[in-house]
């Protein structure tokens, strides 16, 4: 019942008989257009079905088998094709649906397809970091797929909510299977993994570039600033970034070059305070994770990160404070001439009356400031 919900026409020939798909006699809200693929058909208007009545029973058959999927698991296996199918289907109104909501929907659906591979033929734990398992043919199968449906969403679809929403599905997927979800092969022919169009896609959505990007008139002058904080696509744009160095290690480093300065534009004090503490935040992850190469990066970062730590605004301050801790434990001993600039910075935080604070700050600041001068004091020399 539910796939056949996801599969009802959003379309219907103008003039025929499709008045029970359209869920009201009110024919006025509805969009027409051509198709001249059909004029030998004699067929060459359609009406597309807008009411929120038929988008929401759609909406709804998508959770539902989603939820029964992601909650049932193997038990959901011998549906699993048909499921895929009616998804992924090109004319079936779900991943290719023309509505945004639906869309949306099927992205997140499409992922909990995986939870289903996985509870069958494993992995079922993460692997650990850097780590290549052996997929099933089956798993390896989906994969391929899914990623590459994702990938394609978040570079050809014109809505940021559908490019967050399949951002937030690499980067789910990411963490469930590791790293091997970047090495499997995409398209035989090259022998292409999806770490390439991944990379090529994250590079043209962090520079702000992206379609959907420039189709809802974002800026695309480097020198122009946007004043607004776009939480629908960077927010999670940085989380796969993020999820790619957790994954990958310090193998991150060469495709996290791509990234850097692009990211040090979103710090800029003229930006907003949510665009700078995103960007810090970022880097705070990946420096964690990638060692004593962090100090490739250091007199690029570390101004801006000091700069940071006496910004106005709390989550800015947090970050930063999380970010140079992330830095020192990550450089080490070749940190050490950065060490009195650093507790420079700190100091103000870590002595700043709770009852100074401004009605913006909850203390995270103050305790990721205490938390640096710790590492600091374990990983320096004295």
């Given at each position: 019942h539910l796939l056949e919900v996801i599969q009802e026409s959003e379309l219907t020939i103008k003039g025929g008989d499709g008045d029970g798909n359209m869920g009201s006699d009110d024919e006025e809200d509805d969009c027409e257009y051509e198709d001249d693929d059909d004029d030998d058909a004699g067929v060459?208007?359609?009406?597309?079905?807008?009411?929120?009545?038929?988008?929401?029973?759609?909406?709804?058959?998508?959770?539902?088998?989603?939820?029964?999927?992601?909650?049932?698991?193997?038990?959901?296996?011998?549906?699993?094709?048909?499921?895929?199918?009616?998804?992924?289907?090109?004319?079936?109104?779900?991943?290719?649906?023309?509505?945004?909501?639906i869309r949306c929907e099927a992205i997140t659906c499409l992922v909990q397809m995986m939870d289903v591979a996985l509870a069958q033929h494993g992995p079922t734990e993460p692997p650990k970091q850097g780590v290549i398992v052996q997929l099933h043919e089956v798993t390896n199968e989906m994969l391929v797929v899914i990623l590459s449906t994702l990938i394609n969403l978040m570079d050809g679809d014109g809505s940021k909510d559908c490019v967050g929403r399949?951002?937030?599905?690499?980067?789910?997927?990411?963490?469930?299977?590791?790293?091997?979800?970047?090495?499997?092969?995409?398209?035989?022919?090259?022998?292409?993994?999806?770490?390439?169009?991944?990379?090529?896609?994250?590079?043209?959505?962090?520079?702000?570039?992206?379609?959907?990007?420039?189709?809802?008139?974002?800026?695309?002058?480097?020198?122009d600033e946007d004043d607004d904080h776009d939480d629908k696509v960077m927010d999670s744009v940085v989380d796969v970034i993020g999820t790619l160095a957790k994954c990958m290690g310090v193998q991150v480093v060469p495709y996290f070059d791509h990234f850097v300065k692009p990211l040090l534009k979103f710090c800029k004090p003229s930006r907003s305070h949510s665009d700078r503490a995103m960007a810090i935040g970022c880097f705070g992850e990946v420096i964690s994770e990638i060692g004593l190469e962090s100090m490739k990066y250091v007199e690029l970062i570390l101004p801006v990160l000091k700069t940071a730590c006496s910004d106005d605004m709390e989550?800015?301050?947090?970050?930063?404070?999380?970010?140079?801790?992330?830095?020192?434990?990550?450089?080490?001993?070749?940190?050490?001439?950065?060490?009195?600039?650093?507790?420079?910075?700190?100091?103000?935080?870590?002595?700043?009356?709770?009852h100074q604070q401004a009605s913006d700050v909850g203390g995270a600041d103050i305790d990721n400031a205490l938390s640096t001068v710790c590492r600091m004091i374990n990983t320096l020399p004295v």
């Open positions: 060459g208007s359609y009406r597309l079905n807008v009411y929120a009545g038929f988008i929401n029973n759609k909406k709804a058959a998508l959770q539902a088998l989603g939820a029964l999927a992601e909650y049932t698991k193997a038990s959901f296996f011998p549906v699993l094709d048909a499921s895929l199918d009616t998804l992924l289907a090109e004319h079936a109104g779900a991943i290719n649906s023309y509505h945004t909501d399949a951002c937030d599905g690499v980067a789910q997927l990411l963490q469930k299977v590791g790293v091997v979800g970047l090495t499997v092969i995409v398209d035989d022919a090259k022998k292409s993994t999806t770490m390439e169009p991944l990379i090529t896609t994250l590079t043209k959505l962090v520079n702000e570039k992206g379609t959907c990007q420039l189709e809802e008139n974002y800026e695309q002058n480097e020198d989550p800015v301050r947090r970050n930063a404070a999380y970010a140079v801790g992330a830095l020192v434990e990550s450089g080490g001993v070749a940190m050490s001439n950065y060490a009195l600039p650093i507790l420079t910075v700190l100091h103000p935080l870590c002595i700043r009356p709770q």
